[in-house]
């Protein structure tokens, strides 16, 4: 089986997680070096027509769980913000509400996140966040806050995809404790990896752009995979 198809799969694995209803947390366990492949597959996901998610990307380490929820309404209301004709005309609530300022910041951010995925129009799936905090400070506040999100969230439209690390996870959730937690492992062995290579290499024609582009891909797999 090509390496493409390894990519595909992951990917398929996401788009199952947006459409489920009682989905609300994919862990995705990935090797630092492997992140940007990855992040890559994901944006190309989200070009294309038929996806039909509204995904939204935060950019801040995570050093404590007031200040990391803050960060998230922020990012989401720059984004509100940057799209509020769109939004306007669509009849979608991304405002705050009354009462909001008095919420501590986990809920005000979650009411809000909420309000928005529920008044989405049908065409649009799901309100998915991709949260890649870089680096994590505090792996206990990660945890109880990951774990309020996925012990919280009301809305089936309302997503969080977290990327951890492979081999020193910063998140401890157990599955038994937290059903609506799922994990994905962006990672195969040397020996899958090699054969998968093998056959895209073997598959004709193939450009020479693309003979570099899997080289590529299989040294950074290669890399990543050196334990």
């Not at 995809?161 to 990672?187: K, N």
Request: hydrophobic share 45%.
């Amino acid at each position: 089986m090509p390496l493409t198809a390894f990519f595909s799969e992951q990917l398929d694995q996401i788009e199952d997680f947006l459409d489920e209803p009682d989905a609300v947390v994919r862990i995705v366990l990935v090797d630092p070096e492997m992140r940007g492949i990855f992040l890559r597959l994901l944006g190309g996901l989200e070009e294309q027509e038929e996806f039909r998610h509204l995904v939204i990307a935060p950019q801040a380490p995570f050093r404590d769980p007031v200040g990391w929820f803050e960060g998230l309404l922020d990012t989401l209301d720059a984004q509100v913000e940057l799209h509020a004709e769109a939004l306007a005309e669509a009849g979608v609530a991304g405002g705050p509400a009354e009462g909001d300022e008095e919420l501590s910041a986990p809920w005000r951010f979650l009411r809000r996140a909420e309000r928005l995925a529920e008044s989405l129009p049908e065409e649009i799936g799901s309100l998915a966040f991709l949260i890649n905090p870089d680096p994590v400070e505090d792996p206990e506040g990660f945890t109880r806050s990951v774990a309020f999100l996925a012990g919280k969230v009301g809305s089936p439209r309302l997503k969080f995809v977290v990327l951890d690390e492979r081999r020193s996870p910063a998140l401890a959730l157990p599955a038994a404790d937290h059903p609506q937690v799922a994990v994905q492992t962006f990672w195969c062995s040397p020996q899958e990896m090699e054969q998968r290579v093998n056959a895209m290499l073997e598959q004709s024609p193939a450009s020479p752009s693309d003979h570099r582009r899997t080289l590529m891909m299989a040294a950074g797999f290669a890399y990543s995979n050196r334990d």
